[in-house]
């Protein structure tokens, strides 16, 4: 399926009331931005939704639309989706994670003459905004818990996507070794099935179809009550290579560290295959990414190096700790319990924090106390610390390893020095 190279601008269709709304989001933003309030996408999208509540579905209109839903991954997954979709066209993409309607609103409105919108989708309202933008592509990554007091359990998630996709006309790419994805986006029309992986499988024991206990010999997994199981996949991440539906091997070569990222690339590369986009050329774009919106990215403080790491729940944790350098490395960690982290912090307990046994670890943020509890109960030595700065004064030698969840993650990056 290729973009419409004769397709409109979505500016250029709207109506008075539309053109309105988007004057009046931007000005909204613009404001945010002069007070230091962040970018600004989300009240700019609250105003103009206000003012014409059908905006979202408005301009989208013209725009290939790709969604990317997920509860790990799909910010770096949009991004490796954008850079590798620019080789059929320009894109517009809300890179900044502003996921929920808000703020896709804002990004899209902002398309000017794009082709494609690549958009990542908070999972509780992949349904709305797959509605309102007749997305042509849509990503289904994985499914963990997440945010216990806000988000559903996660096989009830699972439904709303079931029941809320059942009759999308959009491509759908989804992760076949992930039970819960796969019963999502089985009542889907046209599937991709990717062989992306799922290390962290504590949320995919019981069987989304009966309820019936899953059996998982090496990477495949079946119900023997109902027969549901895994799908043969079309497209397979096989060490450092994405194997096509052909058979052909391409090789990966970011500079995004960890398997998950390898698992990102490998189903972008079947995103976009979609459009016509060749895999090799896909991956070789997928080359430039550094860092997304912050991850990754090495910073300098008080002259020490330190690694920032997002994970915001116990399968982003997992993954995260296949990333840190060996012991003794340094680590610090840090989380809150704000509204956007989710306040119920029971997760903690669900997090393998025995493997830093023997990192020196540093503890902050609003809820480091709890996490405290949880490091002691571990058997990991730890020192409780008010700030980053604090933390590399009293750290030994070595790069440290800063791992904070969503709004920690935020705070720390307002806190540290210039990237390198």
């Known amino acids: 399926m290729s973009a419409h190279p004769d397709s409109a601008a979505p500016s250029a269709s709207l109506n008075a009331r539309a053109k309105l709304a988007v004057t009046a989001g931007k000005a909204a933003a613009a404001v945010s931005r002069a007070a230091g309030r962040g970018s600004g996408s989300v009240i700019g999208g609250r105003v103009a939704l206000k003012l014409d509540p059908d905006l979202l579905r408005r301009v989208s209109e013209g725009l290939d639309v790709v969604l990317v839903s997920a509860t790990n991954g799909k910010t770096t997954t949009t991004r490796l989706i954008a850079e590798a979709l620019k080789a059929a066209g320009p894109v517009v993409s809300n890179a900044l994670g502003a996921n929920m309607p808000a703020g896709i609103t804002s990004a899209l409105a902002d398309s000017g003459e794009a082709r494609f919108g690549v958009i990542e989708v908070d999972e509780k309202y992949l349904n709305m905004v797959a509605r309102d933008t007749n997305p042509k592509a849509i990503a289904l990554l994985n499914l963990s818990r997440d945010q216990l007091d806000r988000s559903s359990e996660t096989r009830m998630l699972a439904e709303k996507w079931r029941e809320g996709l059942a009759g999308t006309e959009a491509v759908v790419i989804a992760n076949a070794d992930d039970p819960l994805v796969t019963w999502a986006a089985s009542s889907c029309k046209k599937v991709i099935w990717v062989a992306a992986g799922q290390a962290y499988k504590e949320d995919a024991w019981s069987c989304p179809s009966c309820g019936g206990v899953m059996q998982r010999p090496d990477e495949e997994w079946f119900c023997p009550s109902c027969g549901f199981r895994r799908p043969q996949p079309h497209w397979a991440l096989q060490g450092e290579f994405v194997v096509d539906p052909q058979g052909n091997p391409w090789p990966i070569r970011l500079q995004l560290p960890g398997r998950a990222n390898l698992s990102n690339a490998t189903s972008t590369a079947a995103v976009v295959s979609v459009f016509g986009v060749h895999p090799q050329i896909a991956l070789q774009r997928m080359e430039s990414v550094q860092a997304v919106a912050g991850r990754y990215e090495s910073v300098l403080v008080n002259g020490r190096e330190v690694r920032l790491l997002l ?30 982290d989710g306040t119920d ?39 409780v610390v008010d700030s980053i700065q604090q933390a590399v004064a009293m750290a030994p030698q070595g790069r440290i390893e800063a791992i904070a969840n969503y709004t920690a993650f935020q705070q720390l990056r307002r806190d540290v020095a210039t990237p390198n």
């Open 345 to 383: 912090t029971s997760w903690l307990w669900d997090v393998d924090y025995e493997r830093l046994v023997g990192h020196p670890v540093f503890v902050m943020g609003q809820r480091k106390l709890d996490l405290a509890v949880r490091l002691e109960v571990a058997g990991v030595q730890f020192q």
């Open 311 to 340: 994970a915001k729940n116990p399968a982003g944790w997992l993954e995260t700790f296949s990333l840190i350098d060996p012991a003794p490395a340094p680590v610090v960690l840090s989380v809150n319990a704000l509204s956007a």
